[in-house]
Every structure is written in structure tokens, then in C-alpha cells.
């Protein structure tokens, strides 16, 4: 991974934090992306203490002009985008008889159209290099379905299935395309359990706990080093759930 350049979108907490840490001490130079800038500075100055190469960039994913300004950024910095991943992500809890176009839009646009925008704008960048990869942090329930999280579950399923799509587009070009189907992940996403709630939640995974994020940071690493005919593919990551 050294001196490798990663872009990391949802990168304030969680998956996303855990992995530029994971990629920091691995020597690739990692691009923040997350609206909470504060938090990314934050991060960019711990890394830059221990010898990281960082960049922070105020991104709402939600907007395709952000997305392009982000992709454009790293690009000027370091000169090349070597790796891709779209981790930003919300989730809604509720009816969906409850739920208003507001809030579908909203999920839709963070889960899935963000995925759509980073990649439109890095991938030129991965051609012209002839190499590049794309990693997209997606969910079981992209896989199965999740009552009373239809938006989610929707947004998600969409991310898996653009994810083989472009597979297939972009590997006459060198570029590999993947997805992880994350499991219950020990983030603020799944912060909304109480005591109870979470253990009967752990009761149902067989491996009978919440991953840790850095455990999603190493996955994501092994995508990234992982031999290139591996293309197209939705890796479920969830403790043996579904």
C-alpha cells in the first residue's frame, strides 16, 4: 500500500475512520471525505503526527458537483487516485407508510447516488492510469431485505447489483470493482440498540457479536491488495447472519 492514494468518503467515523488509520500505517496517502470537517481535521493531524500523507475534504456526498470537486482535489494533490472507496452511508428506521419523500430522497441520494457521482468523476483518472479500484461498503440487507428499513435495504441492493454492472464495464480497463455486504457493525449506525436490544441482536449472529470496524478497515485492505481477476464480486461480511 505505500504511497498508494486512497479515497475514503464517510471517512469522520466509524468504517471509515477505522480504515484511513488501517491505510495510514500501511504508507498509502488517504483523502478525508465526510461533512463533519472538524472531526476530519481531527483525524488528518493524529495522522500526519505519526508520518501519514493526508488530505481532509468537506464533501456532502449528496451533491454531484461536491463529489467532483472531491475527486478533482486528490487528484491535484497527489497526482493520482489509486483506490476508491465508498463507505458514506445513513440509515432510516421506520414504516415506510411513515416515511416522507424528503427522507427516501435523502437516504437514496447518501447510499447509492454518491456511489454513482465519486465514481463518474474518478474513474477517467483510473483509465488513463490503466489500473484502479473501487470498493463499495454496502449491507446484508442489500442482500435480504430489512422490515422497517425499506429505503435502506433499497439503497443497498442498488449499490450490489451497480456494483457487478460497472465490474463488467471496467474490467476490459484494468479496474476492479467489489462490494461488502456488511453485517451489524459496532458504529454509530447501530448505536440506536439498547442493552437488551443488543443482546438479542447478538443472540442471532452466529458468531454472537457486532464486528468491530477496524475488522471491515482489514477486509476492505485485502480488497485492495487482492489479485485483480477479482472483479464483480458482493462479499457478505456479517458473522455467518444470513
Known amino acids: 500500500m505505500r504511497d498508494k492514494v486512497v479515497i475514503i468518503t464517510g471517512a469522520s467515523s466509524g468504517i471509515g475512520k477505522a480504515l484511513a488509520y488501517e491505510l495510514a500505517h500501511q504508507g498509502a496517502k488517504v483523502v478525508l471525505a465526510a461533512r463533519n470537517i472538524e472531526e476530519l481535521l481531527h483525524i488528518e493531524q493524529d495522522l500526519r503526527q505519526q ?10 456526498v449528496t451533491k454531484e458537483l461536491a463529489c467532483k470537486e472531491l475527486i478533482e482535489q486528490a487528484y491535484a494533490r497527489f497526482g493520482r487516485i489509486d483506490a476508491l472507496i465508498n463507505n458514506a452511508g445513513i440509515s432510516h428506521i421506520g414504516l415506510l407508510q411513515d416515511m416522507n419523500i424528503d427522507e427516501w430522497n435523502n437516504v437514496i441520494n447518501t447510499n447509492l447516488t454518491s456511489v454513482f457521482s465519486c465514481c463518474k468523476y474518478a474513474i477517467p483518472y483510473m483509465v488513463a492510469q490503466k489500473q ?30 451497480f456494483t457487478k454492472a ?19 457493525i459496532d458504529t454509530r449506525m447501530n448505536a440506536c440498540f439498547d442493552d437488551e ?9 452466529p458468531a454472537g457479536r457486532f464486528a468491530a470496524p477496524g ?3 482489514e477486509m476492505i485492505l485485502k480488497l485492495i491488495e487482492a489479485p485483480d481477476y477479482l472483479t464483480g ?4 461480511f456479517d458473522g455467518g447472519y444470513l
Open 51 to 60: 508520518g501519514a500523507e493526508v488530505l481532509s475534504v468537506r464533501t456532502d
Open 233 to 236: 464480486q458482493v462479499i457478505t
Open 197 to 205: 436490544e443488543r443482546t438479542e441482536l447478538e443472540n442471532e449472529i
Open 166 to 184: 460497472l465490474a463488467k464495464e471496467l474490467a476490459p480497463s484494468n479496474i476492479q470493482v467489489n462490494a461488502i455486504a456488511c453485517g451489524v
Open 132 to 161: 484502479g479500484k473501487i470498493i463499495n461498503i454496502s449491507s446484508m440487507w442489500g442482500v435480504s431485505g430489512a422490515s422497517c428499513e425499506v429505503a435502506y435495504s433499497a439503497s443497498k441492493g442498488g449499490v450490489n447489483l
Open 215 to 217: 475488522e471491515v478497515a
